[in-house]
């Protein structure tokens, strides 16, 4: 498991020790990464439209194939959903 975002190394080191984390998060604050995977978006709120991240999850095979995605994910239930694709694999 790995983590992305924009946020910097800096941060990322905080958020990892804020919530006890045992997996890499990487720092993509050129948004390459993000681009690659297609989760710089455009979002809209209050009518104002702006860039920003879509919080999704791929399930990356050893081969490196893409499985699954889930876009727009909230936490909540989020992990067993996760969970059961990778049993299914």
Not at 40 to 46: D, G, N, S, V
Not at 48 to 77: N, Q
Request: net charge positive; with cysteine.
């Amino acid at each position: 498991m790995v983590g992305v975002s924009k946020d910097s190394v800096a941060r990322h080191d905080k958020f990892k020790a804020k919530y006890e984390l045992n997996f890499p998060l990487v720092s993509d604050e050129d948004g390459k990464i993000c681009e690659k995977y297609g989760t710089w978006i455009e979002k809209t709120l209050y009518g104002r439209k702006y860039m920003g991240i879509d919080r999704a999850t791929f399930l990356i095979d050893k081969a490196g194939v893409v499985r699954k995605v889930w876009h727009k994910v909230k936490v909540a239930g989020h992990v067993d959903e996760v969970q059961a694709a990778l049993k299914a694999l």
